[in-house]
């Protein structure tokens, strides 16, 4: 059983920068792979970043290169999604999930356990 909460989201303006932090708990944290997706109004959920448990693999979806960054501390049990360069579409609920998988998988229905959510607001 892995248990997340999310933290760090807010409002900021165009251009700026925010750094999410999900904490974990449970045994097998540093063996997950860990991914960041986010759901706006109205719009299914999508995949941000992953991260293998060692940090040897990482995704990132097209919109989101060069501008957001994933990293993970697994002796602090944690995950975070360092965003850059924020824009008004990326204004969404941002969850992170875990998933026993090997790979930086991207589909959700590989995520065992999600997070609440934190809202993250980008205004123009």
């Known amino acids: 059983q892995v248990q997340l909460v999310e933290s760090g989201g807010g409002l900021v303006q165009a251009g700026g920068s925010l750094r999410l932090s999900c904490a974990a708990s449970?045994?097998?944290?540093?063996?997950?792979?860990m991914g960041w997706f986010r759901q706006a109004p109205g719009k299914g959920r999508e995949i941000v970043a992953a991260?293998?448990?060692?940090?040897?693999?990482?995704y990132y979806t097209d919109s989101v290169k060069g501008r957001f960054a994933i990293s993970r501390d697994n002796a602090k049990n944690t995950v975070y999604l360092q965003m850059n360069s924020l824009k008004p579409e990326d204004t969404a609920v941002y969850y992170c999930a875990a998933a026993q998988s090997d790979y930086a998988t991207i589909f959700t229905s590989n995520y065992d356990y999600w997070g609440q959510g934190t809202q993250v607001t980008v205004s123009s």
């Open positions: 449970g045994r097998t944290f540093s063996k997950n792979t």
């Open positions: 991260i293998t448990w060692n940090g040897s693999e990482k």
